[in-house]
C-alpha cells in the first residue's frame, strides 16, 4: 500500500474507533452526573457509588487519550524517548500501582529474579499496566493473575498468566494487530480500542525483544515475553 493510503487508512480507523471509544463513556459520565443533579434524594446513598463510576469511565478516556498519542508515536518510530537501566520488580510494581482494580477479586503474584533491563522506564510501564489490566479486564468473574519472570543466558522471560475467558485460537494470530478486537459479548461489555496489544508489541520490538501469546478458551491466556538483560 502508498503510504499516503496507508495514512488515510489510520485516520478513518482512528476517527471511527475514537468516536466509538468516546461516546461510551461520555455518555455514562453525563447519566451518572445528571441523576445525582435531577435527584437530590439519592445523593447521600448513591453518592459514592456514582462518583467511584465516573471516575473509572474518566480514566478510560485518559487511556484512550495516552494510546492514540502513543500510536503516532510507533508510526513516527519515535516510541522510546529516553534510555536508563530498569530494574524489573520496580517497573512492575509500579505498573500495578497505576491501575484501579478490586485486588480480592483479582489478587496479582509477582515472582520475579531481580534483574535490570535497559530500556525506556514509561513505556516498559506502559508494556506491563497494559497486560495486566487485560488480565484483569478479560477475566470478568475474578480470578487470580500471576506475573513470573525468570533469568537466563542473558534474557528475562517474563510471563503474565490469567484464568479468564481465554482467546480463540482462530483469533490469536490477530491480537497484535492495531485495532483488532475478538468480538464476543464479554470484549464488547469491557469495551477497547483495540491498540493496547500493538502499543504493547511495538514497545516489546523496540528493546530488541520477543512477545507471544498462549491461551485455551474459558480457562486463561499466558503473556510471554522474552527482553534483553541489560549487560
Ligand atoms: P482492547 O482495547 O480491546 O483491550 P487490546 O489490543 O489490548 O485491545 O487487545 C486486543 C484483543 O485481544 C482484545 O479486544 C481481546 O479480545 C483480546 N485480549 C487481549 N488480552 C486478553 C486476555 N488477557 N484475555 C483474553 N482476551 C484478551
Redesign the pocket.
Known amino acids: 500500500m502508498r503510504r499516503i493510503d496507508e495514512i488515510e487508512q489510520l485516520k478513518n480507523e482512528l476517527v471511527s474507533t475514537v468516536s466509538h471509544e468516546l461516546k461510551t463513556p461520555l455518555a455514562t459520565i453525563k447519566a451518572y452526573a445528571a441523576t445525582l443533579r435531577q435527584n437530590p434524594e439519592l445523593y447521600a446513598e448513591k453518592r459514592d457509588e456514582y462518583l467511584k463510576i465516573v471516575e473509572e469511565q474518566a480514566d478510560r478516556l485518559s487511556r484512550l487519550i495516552e494510546d492514540l498519542l502513543l500510536v503516532t508515536r510507533v508510526e513516527a518510530g519515535q516510541l522510546l524517548r529516553r534510555r536508563a537501566t530498569v530494574k524489573l520488580d520496580t517497573v512492575l510494581r509500579e505498573a500495578i500501582a497505576e491501575i484501579h482494580f478490586d485486588k480480592d477479586r483479582h489478587p496479582i503474584t509477582c515472582e520475579t529474579d531481580s534483574v535490570s533491563i535497559s530500556g525506556d522506564p514509561d513505556r516498559l510501564r506502559d508494556l506491563f499496566r497494559?497486560l495486566i489490566e487485560?488480565?484483569i479486564?478479560?477475566s470478568p468473574n475474578g480470578g487470580a493473575i500471576a506475573v513470573r519472570a525468570q533469568s537466563d543466558n542473558g534474557n528475562t522471560r517474563i510471563e503474565i498468566t490469567?484464568s479468564?475467558?481465554?482467546?480463540a485460537a482462530e483469533?490469536l494470530p490477530y491480537?497484535f494487530e492495531r485495532f483488532?478486537?475478538?468480538e464476543s459479548e464479554t470484549?464488547s461489555t469491557v469495551g477497547?480500542?483495540?491498540?493496547?496489544?500493538?502499543i504493547v508489541s511495538a514497545i516489546v520490538r523496540a528493546h530488541g525483544g520477543t512477545i507471544e501469546a498462549r491461551?485455551e478458551p474459558e480457562r486463561g491466556?499466558t503473556f510471554l515475553i522474552v527482553l534483553p538483560n541489560k549487560t
Open positions: 497494559n487485560n488480565a479486564k478479560y490469567d479468564g475467558i481465554g482467546i483469533d491480537i483488532f478486537r475478538v470484549t477497547g480500542s483495540g491498540l493496547g496489544l500493538y491461551s491466556t
